[in-house]
């Protein structure tokens, strides 16, 4: 098997050069524009989803038929895909964890953050192929390590290097597709790799001998932060603003709905919508435990910030450093819920 993606960085320094000789399209974006709270008829709004999550919480807690516009769903795996589906204008919100709007700003894309949970656990595991030790932070040194590059995966890594007081030199970094880290665990291409639910667990069960990190090790590298993100260019629009601000109190009262019943919920998603056995779905559940709703202020930009300096330790943004500035839209925490 021969996995094929160039690196990120140099996928994210040609989206800069293209961003540089494009002009504006459309209205100018705004952040102390005001957000009109009636939506106007006709409105569409198409969400890019992961793993259906959005589209079966909205659908089974019954707040989607409660929405005055029409919500289209369109499922992407990790944040380079969900980036491409802004810039093609395909999708106008995403659901995503901390790095897709790190990498959204590097490429000259600003996609602000509108909607932001803290998960009760952060949901990824870090194992290895059977045969390979893996007890503790020491034994990533020198190993072949997979990890989906965009996506908050790659920030886990770093942080687990930096914990470890190893540098990308002492481990052969692997960047791979969200799709393909599972696979290549599985066919021996790597050693080690996070695996985020519930691909961790049916891992697990598929390879009982094969061993992780202890699991506060693996917790501690992950924020647990999940995000709503749009493209300033739909957030400019003032009919597609007002839907989305609808939209997210309506996943608030979503998840809500979900982890009111854990068993609902692993009936409703992992075995009706993920086709995964009811136990393996129960497990997963149990991986990322409850959302929190997480105010939009200035302290969660600095934990953007935070993981943005984590990247430009390792060197994995183009040019250097960035500012967190300006990857929040405040609009979303100061407008009344319009139900």
Known sequence: MRFRLPRLAAALVAAVTVAACSGPAGPAYDPRAPIPADVPAGTTITVADQQSILKTMLTASGELDRLPFTVKFADFAGGPAILESFRAGAAQVAIVADVPPIHAQIARFPSPIIKAWQQDRGGVGVVARPGITLRSLADLRGRKIGYAEGTAHQAMVLRLLRTAGLSKHDVQLVP????????????????????????NTKYRKAHPDAQAL?????????????????PQAALADPATASALRHLSSALDRARGWVDADKNRWVQTYYVGA?????????????????????????????????????????????????????????????EKDPS
Do not use: C, H, N
Not at 216 to 229: D, E, H, I, R, T
């Open 176 to 199: 791979l597709q969200l799709t393909e880290v599972g696979e290549a665990l599985g066919a021996g291409q790597i050693d080690i790799a996070p695996l985020m639910e519930p691909i």
């Open 214 to 230: 202890p699991d506060p090790v693996a917790q501690a590298a992950q924020s647990g932060l999940m995000f709503l993100y749009s």
């Open 274 to 334: 993920l086709k995964i056995p009811a136990a393996v779905g129960s497990v997963a559940y149990d991986g990322q435990g409850g959302w929190r709703p997480v105010a939009l202020d200035p302290a969660l930009v600095q934990r953007q910030q935070d993981t943005i300096d984590t990247l430009a330790q390792f060197d994995e943004i183009p040019g250097g450093r960035i500012s967190a500035e300006g990857s929040v839209d405040f609009r979303f925490a100061t």
